[in-house]
């Protein structure tokens, strides 16, 4: 019990030091991490994986704090593809969170990028809420642009992921995480709290701050005519 109660205040902290961040200056940052990691070809994230991919998640310093107990926080996006592979939907908001117990002491903050492989992946997604590694699988993605991404755990993962902390980028496991609807996020990109669903399902025009990410996406991500 006490363990869960340190677990609570520190997610609690960490959410206060988000609160001050616009879910606009958000997208900025976003766009930014996308960039940079995929600026650097071999660092990136293997090509033929991003033009599979049928959404992309990003979530900007995911905060990661721990006294006896460990805890992650962080608020970002996901977008999928539309219909057809016709270009990026409009940014839903979401809210990672986990932790973990373990003797630990200190923080950080680590960029996290996700890609979801399938249709499956995509359905959790609109979801209100759901677990990772147990809800959806997921798999630490590989490194590199020109990186061999053609194993079997890269192939049927739902979910690949990478984090990028202190210039070190790698596939992480972010299985017990939950990933959720931020409601509050969505509603200051669009006047109302909407779901995730209605944001990516639907065909609801992007806010003008979106518009440096999905030239980010479109750049790095856009799939081989036949």
Do not use: H
């Amino acid at each position: 019990m006490k363990s869960t109660g340190v677990l609570a205040v520190l997610i609690l902290s960490t959410a206060v030091l988000q609160a001050g961040e616009s879910a606009p200056s958000r997208l900025t940052e976003a766009a930014e991490v996308f960039g940079e990691i995929m600026g650097t070809p071999d660092k990136g994230i293997p090509q033929d994986l991003l033009e599979k991919a049928q959404c992309v998640g990003i979530v900007p310093g995911l905060k990661k704090g721990a006294f006896l107990v460990g805890g992650e926080f962080g608020k970002g996006f996901v977008q999928c593809r539309k219909p057809g592979g016709a270009g990026w939907s409009a940014p839903a908001a979401v809210r990672v969170e986990g932790g973990s117990v373990g003797l630990q002491i200190g923080g950080s903050s680590t960029d996290v990028v996700m890609l979801v492989m399938n249709q499956r992946g995509m359905d959790k997604l609109m979801t209100d809420k759901f677990t990772l590694g147990a809800d959806a699988s997921v798999a630490a993605g590989p490194v590199g642009r020109t990186a061999n991404a053609k194993t079997d755990a890269y192939m049927t993962a739902e979910i690949l992921a990478w984090s990028r902390s202190k210039g070190l980028f790698a596939g992480i496991s972010l299985s017990g995480a939950t990933l959720r609807n931020d409601l509050d996020g969505n509603k200051e990109l669009y006047g109302s709290r909407l779901t995730n669903k209605e944001v990516l399902a639907g065909d609801r025009p992007a806010p003008e701050a979106a518009k440096k990410l999905i030239e980010e996406l479109d750049k790095y991500s856009m799939r081989k005519s036949n």
